[in-house]
């Protein structure tokens, strides 16, 4: 099992930039593959963006491509998610996530570990 902790969260104007860390302890975090969801007010958790243990395959949500960036540093036992251009639409409670499984998965039932989420406020 692996411990998540996210930060970085807050209160941002439409077309600004946040960068979300997930802190990792515990089993060894480049055994993980990792990703990113997101669950707004009356919504579904929903994908936003996932990585391989290495960092060097990542995948995007349609909804996010271009603007969010997913990234890794196993040295340092953490994950990234860079987004830019931010929308309204994005505001959310992020959580990151592990997983065990071979290749990058989007369906959070894939995922064995959670964070307990950081807020997403963008302000139109």
């Known amino acids: 099992q692996v411990h998540l902790v996210e930060s970085g969260g807050g209160l941002v104007q439409a077309g600004g930039s946040l960068k979300l860390f997930c802190a990792a302890s515990g089993r060894t975090f480049s055994s993980y593959a990792m990703g990113w969801f997101r669950q707004a007010p009356g919504k579904e958790r929903e994908f936003v963006a996932a990585?391989?243990?290495?960092?060097?395959?990542?995948y995007y949500a349609d909804s996010v491509k271009g603007r969010f960036t997913i990234s890794r540093d196993n040295a340092k036992n953490t994950l990234y998610l860079q987004m830019n251009s931010l929308k309204p639409e994005d505001t959310a409670v992020y959580y990151c996530?592990?997983?065990?499984?071979?290749?990058?998965?989007?369906?959070?039932?894939?995922?064995?570990?959670w964070g307990q989420g950081t807020q997403v406020t963008v302000s139109s």
């Open positions: 990585i391989n243990w290495s960092g060097g395959n990542t």
């Open positions: 996530a592990a997983q065990t499984a071979p290749g990058i998965r989007t369906r959070q039932y894939d995922y064995e570990d």
